[in-house]
């Protein structure tokens, strides 16, 4: 493979090496024409949503703004890392720069953590619909939802900030070759010339720390969501209570089980090949995944994207 003759001059190479899906050149095209097709897909199933909820008024209200707004991440979340590993797999060379790495770095993973967000928020109102229906109307205002969605931007990408301050300061030695399809941190900091086990420490416990917090959150709320349903009386009541929140459990699901399993997968001998595919799942295959979980469990939804597709 040519991606050999690219190591001979790393001492040359202003960035790093994206080992990405190693693979004959022909493996390389399947991949992209593959890799493409799902982008695309992605792109229109997401666009999709925030178009049937933009122009369908009956979708004017919390939980679908913050469905849109959650379509609308999704688009950035795949686009973070999509482009740059389509333009790999026709590349002889697979360099990316110390920026594009850094840039990658953070908006990909300030992206996962303003998901995190999302998830949470959309739990919580589905916590107020089913368990507060009197209180809902005058708790979740227009007012609080604009904020909400506000605060899940901001925060989601000053999460991420201080990290990518500090990882563009340091100084990188050695093969520069990162073994996945994206600028992760585990290689970034496999690569620095100085090792430090007190900052890989911080960032392995530090990291993930937010991300199960709002976890916990969310499970909270379904926990106290699905006392509140089996309180109620007739089968189709509860039927319903469930449909209002089985999508959004389903792609909570997807998105921290994906997680748990990459963490799970730390201490296999085959460590990198398992984080590439359980990343490439929870970052390519989810956002793909989610527009058609919202869409067919939905029927609100169903009917604005019908009315949507036939304009």
């Known amino acids: 493979m040519k991606i050999f003759n690219t190591t001979r001059n790393l001492s040359t190479i202003s960035g790093f090496l994206l080992l990405g899906f190693p693979c004959p050149r022909e493996g390389q095209i399947l991949l992209f024409v593959l890799f493409s097709a799902v982008y695309l897909l992605t792109l229109m199933g997401n666009g999709s949503i925030i178009c049937a909820v933009r122009w369908d008024q009956r979708l004017h209200t919390p939980m679908y703004i913050l469905l849109a707004n959650f379509s609308f991440l999704e688009i950035w979340y795949v686009t973070s890392t999509v482009p740059n590993m389509l333009a790999n797999f026709l590349s002889d060379n697979k360099v990316i720069s110390f920026a594009g790495c850094f840039l990658q770095f953070y908006f990909f993973f300030s992206s996962g953590s303003t998901e995190c967000l999302f998830l949470a928020v959309m739990a919580f109102d589905r916590y107020l619909a089913i368990c507060r229906p009197l209180r809902y ?11 909400l969605v506000i605060n899940c931007w901001v925060l ?19 093969s520069r070759i990162i073994d996945h399809f994206l600028c992760d941190p585990g290689p ?12 890989q420490t911080v960032f392995s416990t530090l990291s993930p720390l937010p991300v199960m917090i709002l976890f916990l959150f969310i499970m909270a709320s379904y926990a106290l969501i699905l006392r509140a349903v089996l309180r ?61 979980i919202y869409s067919l469990r939905n029927k609100d939804m169903k009917k604005a994207m019908e009315k949507f597709l036939r304009i």
């Open 137 to 147: 109307p005058t708790i979740m205002t227009r007012r609080l939802c604009t904020n």
């Open 232 to 292: 109620v009386p007739s089968a189709a009541g509860r039927r319903k209570a469930f449909s209002t929140c089985g999508s959004h459990l389903a792609v909570v699901s997807l998105f921290y089980g994906s997680g748990l399993v990459m963490y799970a997968s730390l201490a296999s001998e085959h460590e990198a090949t398992m984080q590439k595919i359980v990343t490439l799942f929870y970052s390519v295959v989810t956002p793909l995944l989610n527009p058609v």
């Open 156 to 174: 989601g990408f000053l999460w991420f900030l201080i990290p990518i301050i500090f990882f563009s300061q340091m100084t990188f030695c050695g």
């Open 188 to 199: 970034l900091l496999a690569l620095t010339c100085t090792k430090s086990p007190v900052i």
